[in-house]
Nanobody, 126 residues
Framework: QVQLVESGGGLVQVGGSLRLSCAASGRSFSSWTMGWFRQAPGKEREFVAA????????HYADSVKGRFTISRDNAKNTVYLQMNSLKPEDTAVYYC???????????????????WGQGTRVTVSS
């Protein structure tokens, strides 16, 4: 059984930072490509970042490139999203997700992921 639990969200001022964590249960975490997505109020879910099973490759949405960093610690079954220089438009519920395929490629498409966390809310105030 796979469970993903996000944490670390909250209220932060413009220009501030937050680090989101996604703790995963399951014996095969080190073979999972992982992604972060977000959904702002009234908008569709969008891709934020993804990282391969080894951590050797990452991919970011243009809107967060240079400000957000995705990383993982396979010993702790956890993936992180460090968010710096936050903007009001980063306000959203952030979800982590597991790629369907073991050792799968990075994907920015939601349908490539089969398990999702419950989300953690990030609010950036001006």
């Amino acid at each position: 059984q796979v469970q993903l639990v996000e944490s670390g969200g909250g209220l932060v001022q413009v220009g501030g930072s937050l680090r989101l964590s996604c703790a995963a249960s399951g014996r095969s975490f080190s073979s999972w490509t992982m992604g972060w997505f977000r959904q702002a109020p009234g908008k569709e879910r969008e891709f934020v970042a993804a990282i391969t099973w080894s951590g050797g490759s990452t991919h970011y949405a243009d809107s967060v490139k240079g400000r957000f960093t995705i990383s993982r610690d396979n010993a702790k079954n956890t993936v992180y999203l460090q968010m710096n220089s936050l903007k009001p438009e980063d306000t959203a519920v952030y979800y982590c997700a597991k790629n369907r395929a073991a050792y799968g490629p990075i994907s920015a498409v939601g349908t490539a992921y089969d398990y999702w966390g419950q989300g953690t809310r990030v609010t950036v105030s001006s």
